[in-house]
């Protein structure tokens, strides 16, 4: 199997089949490949094409309402990628506007009862980050900041519940540093690698976050467990971290290699420090040797990264290949649809115009998509 096919099935670029198997050819990393471990950088030429046309699968109970319309997010720099090409967007978008993570949301009204497309691609620059963190050096937290308010709320996928505070708290009471944030997020770290198994997620399972992972829980060896995918992982690390009052927040992205390869994990706010990313399902899937019955269930996958011997590697550091679409969470989309998704949740949009995150982009369930997201290495 090729690298990432026999990973843990990553949340794909397609809104119809959120979850499916990367079809490509990369190979697993070489056991001495030192990328991960040096200062390493790589461009690439990214380019994202969706092609949306009318279902005609639906329930009779959907009806047609104004659904020519689409949202998506526009190349952005972060900490492991630099746009460096103006980006080819195809057809103009009818509006561009920033959110309150720093997103540029394109959206487009297009005509009803015709296909419609758009290509946007561009040159990047991806990176790794590799932190030495010396715990010593963790300060506090500004409180009243607005930065800290955002990614300490509770949020439909990311909720502060009482059943999370508990797991919280729990947490605290065992750690050996509950007042370091640092260290304290390593606890949390290693609780969601033992207690979470990967599963996909079902294609158009519209029970998403927190509060749906917590639900169904089920014990091996005396031991509860919870079961998801890299969104799940994330979703439950972040709620836990929030419910600590360690800030902590999605990037949903994937790896640049050939196509759909796409994937999300977390970033978590250190002070003193900054914003460090965590992968947790990496680190469980590539690295945590749980022993033969937990590592048959959980679609383990030793051969991905063989140089990497310590899942604590994916706490601070993250490889040179990844690239991201969207920062945070609870992204508001302008305009707001005005569509009822009450019965059918689709792309996790909610309440009034509020999606979970976006990954590719969003539309009316009225539609459907081919699509494919490729990247081509800039020698």
């Excluded at 050096?137 to 505070?165: F, G």
């Excluded at 509860?224 to 439950?236: A, E, H, P, R, W």
């Excluded at 972040?238 to 390869?261: C, D, E, K």
């Amino acid at each position: 199997m090729n690298l990432l096919n026999c990973l843990f099935l990553f949340l794909s670029i397609s809104m119809i089949n959120l979850y499916v198997y990367a079809e490509s050819s990369v190979p697993i990393l070489d056991n001495n490949d030192e990328s991960v471990f040096k200062p390493y950088s790589r461009e690439v030429e990214n380019t994202f094409h969706i092609k949306l046309k009318e279902r005609n699968d639906l329930p009779d109970d959907i009806k047609p309402k104004d659904y020519g319309h689409f949202w998506s997010v526009l190349p952005r720099d972060t900490a492991t990628q630099k746009i460096i090409s103006t980006p080819n967007i195809n057809p103009t978008p009818t509006t561009i506007s920033m959110d309150e993570h720093g997103n540029q949301i394109a959206y487009w009204k297009f005509k009803e009862q015709q296909d419609f497309e758009v290509t946007i691609s561009f040159k990047m620059k991806t990176n790794n980050i590799l932190n030495e963190i010396n715990p010593d050096r963790v300060t506090k937290y500004d409180e009243e900041s607005s930065e800290y308010k955002l990614y300490t709320r509770s949020e439909r996928l990311i909720a502060i519940t009482d059943e999370v505070i508990k797991i919280a708290n729990d947490i605290r009471e065992t750690s050996l540093n509950p007042t370091n944030p640092y260290l304290l997020a390593k606890d949390v770290f290693y609780w969601v690698m033992d207690h979470m198994l990967y599963e996909l997620v079902p294609n158009l399972n519209r029970e998403r976050g927190v509060v749906h992972i917590l639900s169904q829980p089920f014990e091996i060896n005396n031991r509860v467990y919870y079961k998801g995918d890299c969104g799940s992982y994330s979703f439950l690390y972040n709620s836990i971290l929030r419910a600590l009052g360690i800030p902590a927040r999605m990037v949903v992205g994937g790896w640049s290699f050939a196509t759909n390869q796409h994937h999300a994990w977390s970033e978590i706010l250190i002070p003193g420090i900054g914003w460090i990313p965590v992968d947790v399902s990496a680190a469980d899937v590539f690295r945590y040797d749980e022993g033969e019955e937990i590592n048959k269930l959980g679609r383990k996958s030793f051969e991905i990264f063989p140089q990497i011997k310590d899942p604590v590697y994916f706490f601070g550091n993250i490889d040179p290949y990844r690239f991201v679409d969207s920062i945070g969470s609870d992204l508001e989309l302008n305009p707001k649809p005005d569509w009822d998704f009450s019965p059918y949740l689709y792309k996790w949009v909610y309440d009034n115009g509020i999606t979970g995150v976006i990954q590719g982009g969003v539309y009316h369930i009225l539609l459907e998509e081919i699509s494919q997201h490729s990247f081509v290495l800039i020698e």
